[in-house]
């Protein structure tokens, strides 16, 4: 059974820094990532990284997001600075198996002051 277990988010204020992790056991994944969804607005990529560490990032989140992944413990992070109020939203951890079935975490807030 494929398990996503997310950790971090929280309230920050503008400008500040916040840490997201991500648990992922019961497969072998070829891209993990995160995706989030702010109020009114669609699911949106954030960042993912294949197995080997190549790294996408949405535009809007280049230079002041870091995404990483310990291929030993299965797990990936999102290392979020310089935030902005516009990143409020709540954020997915996603992992794609091997046989490209879609995985989901239960999702986590992120709340940015002004």
């Known amino acids: 059974q494929v398990q996503l277990v997310e950790s971090g988010g929280g309230l920050v204020q503008a400008g500040g820094s916040l840490r997201l992790s991500c648990a992922v056991s019961?497969?072998?994944?070829?891209?993990m990532g995160w995706y989030r969804q702010g109020p009114g607005k669609q699911r949106e990529l954030v960042a993912d990284?294949?197995?080997?560490?190549?790294?996408n990032y949405a535009d809007s989140v280049k230079g002041r997001f870091t995404i990483s992944r310990d291929n030993a413990r299965n797990t990936v992070n999102l290392q979020m600075s310089s935030l902005k109020p516009e990143d409020t939203a709540v954020y997915y951890c996603n992992a794609v198996s091997i046989v490209t079935r879609t995985y989901w975490g239960q999702g986590t807030q992120v709340t940015v002051s002004s």
């Open positions: 019961g497969s072998i994944f070829s891209r």
């Open positions: 990284i294949t197995r080997s560490g190549v790294t």
